[in-house]
Structures are given as structure tokens and as C-alpha cells.
């Protein structure tokens, strides 16, 4: 066998072991993903609250304005 040549075993092991390296990584990346998702639909729900908030105090702000424009009309 010429060095050019490679033992199958070894060929074999050495894309055994470069497929578990890929599970490994593709694992990792599916873990992220979830992760990434999950604090995904929480920053959503955190801004769905607080544009509720906003408009809440929008509102009550107009609100006392109006009020104080009133008083000063009635004064």
C-alpha cells in the first residue's frame, strides 16, 4: 500500500469522528435556537405590556390635560 492510499478503518474512523463532531455541533446550534425562541417570546410579551403602559399613561396624560385646560376656561 502506497502512502497515498489509506487504511478504510482509518478513513472510516476519521469520518466517524467528524460526524460526531457535526451531531455535537448541530445539537448545540438546535439548543441555542430553543433558547433563543423562548427569549424571543418573552421580550414580545414584555413589549405588548408596555406599549399597553404607554398608551395607558398617553392616555391619563391627555386626560389632565384636558382637565387643566378646563380649569382654566372655568377661571
Excluded at 482509518?10 to 466517524?16: H, N, V
Amino acid at each position: 500500500m502506497s502512502q497515498t492510499e489509506k487504511d478504510p478503518s482509518s478513513e472510516l474512523e476519521a469520518l466517524e469522528a467528524k460526524l460526531d463532531t457535526l451531531i455535537a455541533q448541530f445539537n448545540q446550534v438546535k439548543s441555542e435556537n430553543k433558547s433563543l425562541k423562548v427569549k424571543q417570546d418573552a421580550l414580545v410579551r414584555e413589549k405588548a405590556k408596555l406599549l399597553e403602559k404607554t398608551t395607558l399613561a398617553k392616555t391619563r396624560v391627555e386626560a389632565m390635560i384636558a382637565r387643566l385646560k378646563a380649569m382654566e376656561h372655568d377661571s
